[in-house]
């Protein structure tokens, strides 16, 4: 997960706010989750002017510091009792929500039962285990970045093809294809499970599944020991992608109240996440549903020039029968500071309330906020959009649901607009610099500026291959198998369109074994040091 410092404050503000809709057990149940062994209850209050108000630099500090002492499975936090240390435990919990939500964000909640199935979890509370499954997820996302799609497609075609396949081979025969060093034998049997589900769910799980980070596969860890109470946490943290979701609908489960969206609920299961606090519940989770609700349809941009209309507008859309309200039905955007959630009349134009007719979405194309961010204390914005019951003679209105837009950083020039370039990589080196035209070769490309993404590109000359991100100045690959022996550029791309100006030279030599070494030297090579090796003969 690659995200700027603006996306994660931005991230985490909205994850704030997704909070005030929940209960304190329900929120302490989440902090368990991502810490077992130190947790402490969120000071919401304390933690939205904090994050709202917070410059980069310490942002940064803040997420150095919760990396720092952030456990892997089976380990204590080591924070001991430190200045700031209460601060630094609830930042870690909620930085590590943030991570989780955005999981849930990243695979469906197919995909994710899809992880359970690959990785068995008959032994999970082991802290040792824990350990071991960390590993298991580490290694499979390893092999799913070295196998490009059309290998995927390729295999998944030829190893359930019973006419060319005997029933019961599928294994052996996955062996010859794929053929894994001794280490990794294990991986076998979930790469076989994977691969049934073919065609495009299976590239849609690839593509999702690599883009986790290593903090998210530790998160993965702790999903696999609630087992099947992980659909609490998605319903908590990001009800939202359930109601797209192509394996899930919500009315599949009874029995439950979490918030669908802000201020719409389903049935609470009071048993859930030994959540017990009854009464604290009856407060917080309304009993009477409204019949008319809003969703937001187009969010405001992530930044907008002050005085100037939002581009790109934001509209609602009204659900439910509406006919027999008894009142006439408006729909009134208000603008709320995210550092404090109070009202901001005075600094927002264009606002009047839309009365509700036929038409179910409604467009507000002339919205204006008349100050910066700089100029209210670095805050953001965000638009809440209020659905008003009005009297007969529109004196009184009761606000019967609300919702409220992701935040908005409001600028002073539309210069401010254009997004922060991205850092060019560079690279400086190839380890080791030569290798037999065969390919295969083990290389190391050192430099700066590499991100952990599925869309970072090694290029040998004109042919691109997948590396393996060991941080932001390493990255490990193959090498391709060249016609001939001959010197070629080394570059690096982190989004598939701009390529490093910098490159190193690797030199292909057909008197050199694939690590470099003469080829009529004997010294104990080991072939099966690589993942895997795909023979030619049987996938091209």
């Not at 393996?468 to 193959?478: D, P, Q, Y």
């Not at 001959?486 to 008197?511: E, G, H, L, M, R």
């Amino acid at each position: 997960m690659n995200m700027n410092l603006n996306d994660i404050k931005t991230g985490i503000l909205n994850l704030l706010m997704l909070f005030e809709n929940l209960s304190k057990p329900q929120i302490d149940g989440l902090c368990s989750l991502v810490n077992p062994h130190d947790t402490v209850s969120l000071d919401l209050n304390q933690l939205r002017d904090r994050v709202a108000t917070v410059t980069d630099d310490e942002l940064e500090d803040l997420i150095n510091k919760t990396r720092h002492w952030w456990p892997m499975p089976g380990q204590v936090p080591p924070i001991g009792k430190t200045p700031h240390r209460y601060e630094i435990v609830q930042f870690a919990q909620l930085y590590h929500l943030f991570f989780l939500q955005n999981i849930f964000q990243t695979l469906s909640y197919g995909e994710l039962m899809k992880v359970f199935e690959l990785v068995p979890t008959t032994t999970i509370g082991d802290l040792a285990e824990q350990n071991v499954y960390l590993h298991t997820l580490q290694d499979l996302k390893q092999l799913l970045i070295l196998l490009d799609p059309g290998t995927l497609e390729v295999l998944a075609t030829e190893i359930f093809d019973i006419s060319q396949r005997a029933p019961g081979t599928e294994k052996e025969e996955l062996h010859q294809m794929v053929q894994l060093n001794t280490e990794h034998f294990y991986l076998y049997l979930p790469l076989l499970k994977l691969l049934q589900l073919g065609g495009p769910n299976l590239l849609q799980f690839q593509n999702s599944f690599v883009a986790l980070d290593n903090i998210q596969l530790m998160l993965l860890t702790q999903l696999l020991s609630v087992g099947d109470n992980v659909l609490d946490y998605v319903y908590l943290l990001a009800p939202e992608t359930l109601a797209r979701d192509p394996f899930f609908s919500v009315q599949q489960v009874p029995g439950m109240v979490y918030p669908i969206q802000n201020g719409i609920y389903q049935t609470y299961d009071p048993n859930a996440m030994h959540m017990d606090d009854t009464e604290h519940q009856e407060e917080t989770i309304p009993q009477n549903q409204p019949a008319v609700t809003l969703t937001i349809i187009d969010q405001p941009p992530e930044k907008c020039v002050y005085k100037r209309n939002i581009k790109q507008h934001p509209s609602v859309s009204i659900n439910g029968n509406y006919s027999d309200v008894p009142g006439s039905l408006y729909v009134a955007p208000v603008l709320i500071r995210c550092d404090t959630f109070e009202r901001e009349d005075s600094l927002f134009n264009g606002n009047e309330p839309v009365k509700i007719t036929s038409n179910r979405i409604i467009e507000f194309k002339r919205l204006k906020i008349l100050a910066t961010s700089n100029q209210t204390n670095e805050t953001l914005f965000g638009i809440k959009f209020e659905l008003r019951m009005y009297n007969d003679d529109l004196s009184e209105y009761e606000v019967i649901h609300e919702i409220t837009s992701t935040p908005v950083c409001v600028v002073s020039h539309s210069t401010q607009l254009k997004p922060t370039p991205k850092a060019i990589p560079k690279v400086v080196e190839v380890v080791p610099f030569s290798g037999n035209p065969n390919g295969s070769t083990r290389v190391a490309i050192l430099g700066s500026n590499f991100v952990d993404s599925p869309n970072t590109r090694v290029r040998f000359d004109s042919i691109e291959v997948c590396p393996i991100f060991h941080g932001s100045k390493t990255l490990i690959c193959l090498t391709p198998a060249f016609h001939s022996s001959a010197t070629v550029q080394v570059q690096v791309c982190n989004d598939a369109n701009i390529w490093s100006k910098t490159y190193a030279q690797f030199t292909y030599d057909a008197n050199l074994m694939n690590d470099g070494m003469p080829a009529n030297t004997n010294h104990g090579y080991d072939p099966n040091q690589e993942m895997y090796q795909l023979p030619t003969e049987t996938i091209s």
